[in-house]
């Protein structure tokens, strides 16, 4: 942001004395727009079994913003895949209680288990 006022500043300043009034309300707009606050989205996702874990796993995959999966305690039998091009944040939590309203902190409460046939959770996105 400050780069470009700083551009703006030098066309402003290098341009003929006609362009000042447009040079000024442009230079008070760029400025005003520095304080709009910008907000970052995340979907969230609630799953309570295997399916809707592994559903929002894909979805999480194309929808073009970070995501968030809360898990309701239990546990979840099956080999997870998340394979994503994007490069937005994924946050994977457990422990919550039914409809993700709170989460109970105790780590034996909610399980991924693979059922012994491999990997459990594989995680395939690109390096930022």
Not at 13 to 27: A, D, G, R, S
Request: glycine fraction near 6%.
């Amino acid at each position: 942001m400050y780069e470009s006022l700083k551009s703006v500043v030098i066309i402003c300043i290098t341009k003929e004395l006609k362009m000042t009034k447009y040079c000024f309300v442009l230079l008070v707009i760029m400025f005003l727009s520095s304080f709009i606050p910008v907000t970052c989205s995340a979907k969230t996702f609630c799953v309570s079994d295997a399916t809707e874990l592994q559903n929002a796993l894909i979805t999480a995959t194309s929808n073009g913003e970070d995501d968030i999966i809360q898990i309701e305690q239990g546990t979840y039998v099956g080999s997870l895949i998340y394979v994503s091009l994007e490069a937005y944040n994924l946050t994977i939590e457990g422990r919550y209680l039914s409809e993700c309203i709170s989460r109970e902190v105790d780590s034996g409460n909610t399980v991924i288990d693979g059922n012994k046939a491999g990997s459990v959770l594989v995680f395939s996105s690109p390096s930022t």
